[in-house]
């Protein structure tokens, strides 16, 4: 390489740091106040050091702050700067130590993962046999940041060693047995790349299945029922089973409709979900195997960006017992989601699904991003995640994003948390 190539210059020294070069680990805790972290590091700056690292954290009022640094470049001034430091430590009425030793922080190994683990409560004894299986695949917890404290725990795992997959197995089955809810995704930027949101409706968006309320007015629910539990659990044909169960609302007064409206009710979470998803930049839509005299209210509800659901024919002022137009089936909501997709000018790469029953399959496995919420066995097997809290806005923490931004954003608006 010629010499008078810039890429030939050596690097400055606080980058080409060796493993063999000597390092200061100043480590500092106790109660937190305004000013400690500047105390600290204006007391440093005094002896010229540079600094490598430095995280810090306040865990019930309590602060831990550490940071790696270069020695004074003086040889024998880091004597000194261990009397200043205590010296500082004291009068802050906090405790100190320093450590000498050699280098960096080893290099995060392959197969970066992180793990959010969900848990209403998060007991001691999963976060032991949780992070046990982590180590007993050979993997390493790097880092851990709280997401949440309310309504449910969460907290983030960044953890390397294996491959991403591996992992999500062994911590699936773990997961099932502490009852706590675990997704596993590759590190990376694509995390926060997803850009568009489309979910299902009937129990999950809402807690209701709407063709069961349209049913109890019509006096056939335990029919409609039984056959929309079979089709959920994968056992009918979507298509067939809805179907069979409209042509049970035959000759059922439209009018209806607006009574029905006011008896769905949404899931917990749901308006701080959309909410937070749209100030953040993503579009959100929902696709539903239920029915647009349903869905439009929603969507003017909620502000939706998408939609897609069955209409129930209507003849004078009855329904037929009939849909009109194309079923949103299994394989219909996947071709939805890749319609919003196309709108949206999102790849799929770049989507999160989320559903319940058998016929969200589809959808789910064709998204970036697909979550069983409080699913059927069949889609909670065939699913990349499984949440089975109550409260949809958990889809946040998948996403990276913490309760406190929610809260902030709140705040700035007015805006009740749900």
């Known amino acids: 390489m010629d010499a008078t190539d810039p890429a030939a210059e050596p690097l400055p020294a606080a980058q080409s740091r060796t493993a063999d070069e000597r390092t200061l680990l100043v480590k500092v805790f106790g109660k937190d106040r305004p000013g400690i972290t500047a105390g600290l590091f204006t007391m440093l700056s005094d002896f010229g050091v540079d600094v ?41 009425k906090l405790q100190t130590e320093i450590i000498s ?40 917890i790097d880092r851990v940041f709280r997401l949440a404290k309310y309504p449910v725990t969460a907290v983030e795992l960044t953890v390397s060693g294996v491959p991403t997959e591996v992992l999500r197995t062994e911590l699936a089955q773990e997961a099932a047995a502490q009852r706590v809810d675990v997704a596993v995704a590759e590190a990376g930027l694509h995390r926060r790349a997803k850009r568009l949101v489309v979910m299902d409706v009937d129990s999950t968006l809402i807690q209701d299945e709407v063709i069961e309320l349209f049913a109890a007015h019509a006096g056939c629910e335990q029919e409609v029922a039984e056959v929309t539990a ?25 009018g209806v409709v607006e009574k029905v409206r006011t008896e769905v009710r949404l899931t917990p979470g749901a308006r701080t979900l959309i909410r937070t998803l749209q100030r953040l930049g993503y579009q959100v839509g929902i696709v539903s195997g239920g029915f647009t005299q349903v869905t439009d209210h929603l969507v003017e509800l909620l502000g939706l960006d998408f939609a897609a659901a069955n209409t129930l ?32 000018r999102v790849p799929l790469a770049q989507t999160v699904a989320i559903g319940d029953g058998a016929n969200d399959l589809d ?23 499984a949440v089975n809290l109550p409260f949809l806005d958990t889809v946040l923490y998948l996403l990276g994003i913490t309760r406190e931004e929610v809260e902030a954003a709140d705040e700035l608006d007015g805006t009740p948390t749900e």
């Open 52 to 92: 490598i690292d430095f995280e810090q954290m306040v865990t019930r009022g309590r602060i831990t702050l550490c940071t790696l640094v270069t020695p004074p470049h003086a040889a024998d001034a880091e004597g000194e700067l261990r009397v200043a430091v205590h010296r500082w430590a004291e009068e802050m």
């Open 101 to 140: 030793g050699l280098g960096d922080n080893r290099p995060r190994r392959e197969g970066r993962s992180h793990v959010t683990v969900l848990g209403h409560p998060l007991t001691a004894a999963a976060v032991a046999a949780l992070s046990g299986r982590i180590s007993d695949v050979g993997a390493n």
């Open 230 to 254: 079979a089709a959920m659990r994968g056992e009918l044909d979507f298509a067939e089973s809805l179907r069979a169960r409209v042509a049970l609302l035959a000759g059922l007064d439209a």
């Open 313 to 344: 024919e209507v003849a004078d002022g009855k329904f037929t017992g009939r849909v009109t137009g194309e079923i949103v089936d299994r394989a219909g909501k996947a071709r939805w989601l890749a319609r919003f997709a196309e709108q949206a």
């Open 363 to 385: 959808m789910l496995n064709a998204a970036g991003l697909g979550v069983a919420f409080n699913a059927k066995p069949v889609v909670q097997e065939a699913a990349e995640v």
